[in-house]
C-alpha cells in the first residue's frame, strides 16, 4: 500500500476546479455499481453514474451529488472528470424532489413517445440529489 | 481649402466617434478579462478530456464504431460560432470565410448550424441552408446548453442524416493574436501518437467500446463548449483591437484637421490684415 504517500482527489469540471485534496478513501457510483477507493488502487479508468459521492478526509467527511463524467483511478490519487457536481448546499431541495416525483410519473405512465432513457436519468440525478441532503 | 466652420464641425463628429470607441474599447477590455478567465478554467477539463480520448483511441486500435468511420452521406454539419455584435474587425468574416473558402466543398452538402446572428446571415446571404440558429448562445453559454447542441448533432449523426461534424471556431492564442480554426468533431480521426500517453493504463470494467459510446458524446461536448469560450474571448479580444485602432486613427484625423483648421484660422487673420492695411493705404 502507498502508506505515507499522499492520495490526493481532483475533481474538475467544465465550469470550475470543484475539489482538490488529500484523502484517505473516496467512494461513488458507476456503471458497475458502487465502488469506494482507497490509496494504492490499480489504475483504472470507470464511467461514473449519478450517485452519491463520498470524500473521505483525514479529518471529516464531505458529501456531494455526481452526476455523470468519468474516473481517472491511480495508486496515489484520481481524477475526477465530472460534467455536473453539487455540494448539498448548492442542491434546492424542493426542486429536486420535484423532479423526483416528475420523473417517476412519467416513468409510470410510461407516455408515448416518452424518451425512456432520459426519465431514468432524471429521476437518478433527482435521487442521488435527495440522498446527499439527507 | 474648406471653410473653418466645416473643419469645425467634422472635427467635432470625430471627437466624438472617438469617444465612443474609447468606451467600447474599455467595455470590451473588461470583457475581455472575465471570458479568458473563464476559458482559462474550463483549460484543465479539456486538457484532461483530450488526453484521456486519446489514449483510449490509442489503445484499442480498429473497432467498429461508428464514431470513428465516416458514414455514406455526403451532408456536412458545420456549427459556426461567431458574435451577435459587429465592430469587431474580421472575427466574423474570418469565420464565414473558413467554410466559403474551402475547398472541395460543395454548398449543397454543407449544413450550418449558426452560432451568432453575424455568421448566420452572411451564411444566408452566401446561400447556404441553416439547420438551426442558435445565436443566443454566443452571448453567455453554459455547459448545459453544449450537451444539448452535442446530444442534436449526435442524433443526427447515428440516423445517417449528416456523414461529418465540424466546429468552426476562432482560437484564442493571446490578447492581440486569434486563430479562425476549422475543427473535425465526427468522426474521430486517429491522432498521432506523440511519444508515449502519459496517461493511466486504460483498465476500463467495461468493454472499449461501451467506453467510447460513452465517452465521445462528452467529448463532443466538451469541444464544443470549450470552442464557445476561446470564440467569446476571442471576439472581445478582436474588438478590444479593433476600437484601439479605431481610437488611434480618430486621433489621428483630429490632429490632421486641427492644423488644417489653425492654418485656415491663420490665412482669414492674415488676409484680414492685408484687406486693412490696403484699405489704409488707399485713405491715405
Redesign the interface.
Known sequence: MAQGKDFTLRI??????FYEGVVEMVEFN???GEIGVLPGH??????LMPGVLTIHEPEEEKWAALH???A???PDGI?I?A??VEWPQEIDRTRAEAAKERAERRLRMREHGLDMARAEAALRRAIARIEVLD | MASMRDIKRRRGSIQSTQQITKAMKLVSTVKLQRARS?AE??K???D??YE?VRSILARIGEVPSPYLHGRTSERKAVVAITSNRGLAGGYNSNVVKLVTKHEGWKKEDVTIYAIGSKGRDAFARNGYEIAEDLSYLAESPT?AD??HLSDKLLREFCDGKIGEIYLAYTFFRNTVSHEPILLKLLPVEKMEQEGPVA????????SDEE?LE??IP?YI??LL?GGLMESIASENGARMQAMDNATSNAEDMINNLTLAYNRARQGSITQELTEIIAGAEAIG
Open positions: 474538475i469540471t467544465p465550469e470550475r476546479v458507476t456503471t458497475e490499480v489504475p483504472m479508468t470507470v464511467i455523470s463524467g468519468f481517472e483511478i491511480l481524477t472528470l460534467e455536473v | 473563464s478554467k474550463t484543465s477539463y479539456f484532461c478530456m484521456t455547459y453544449a450537451m496517461m493511466a493504463p486504460m483498465n476500463f470494467e467495461i467506453a460513452l465517452i462528452k461536448t466538451s463548449y
